[in-house]
DNA sequence: GCCAACGTTGGC
DNA sequence: GCCAACGTTGGC
């Protein structure tokens, strides 16, 4: 199984917004580096939920429950499906910054890529960083 | 094909 | 609100 990590603004689509409709289509994704990666997603893949803009944190785990099929509105792009799993305890930018273990995430390195892949080891770290809080 | 201008994302 | 990063567009 592969780990990801989205991005959204509150503003458009939050946590709760996601809660409130128990899944969502993971659409408007205009990113080339960004379909590469939800072209990639299995059913079943997990994904941290990331809150960007306003006090950016991870603050949620989903579920792929469907594979990425071409946008209706404009078949160059394509969206998932996903579905919450269960919240977290924000885990803030700044505290993943200044966490040694997880300085490589891609997060960090590209900065404005909305859908990233997240290593296994990464992963397991920062779900353990949410747990403990 | 190069590159300057421009637009968007997203942290601060 | 500012600005860095970076992707896209369009003139040449």
Not at 53 to 70: D, F, K, L, M, Y
Request: proline share 8%; net charge neutral; aromatic share 6%.
């Amino acid at each position: 199984m592969n780990h990801w990590l989205i991005k959204s603004e509150p503003a458009s689509y939050s946590w709760d917004d996601l809660v409130r409709d128990g899944g969502t289509e993971w659409d408007g994704v205009r990113n080339p580096t960004a379909r590469i990666n939800l072209r990639a997603m299995a059913v079943g893949d997990l994904a941290f939920f990331y809150r960007s803009v306003t006090e950016p944190a991870v603050v949620g785990i989903v579920r792929v429950s469907r594979t990425a099929q071409p946008d209706p509105r404009d078949d160059k792009w394509v969206s998932v499906r996903v579905e919450p799993v269960r919240p977290l305890a924000p885990v803030t930018l700044k505290t993943i910054k200044a966490d040694p273990a997880l300085a490589a995430m891609e997060l960090l390195r590209q900065s404005r890529l909305s859908v990233a892949p997240v290593r296994p080891e990464e992963w397991t770290h920062l779900k353990g960083l949410a747990e403990a809080g």
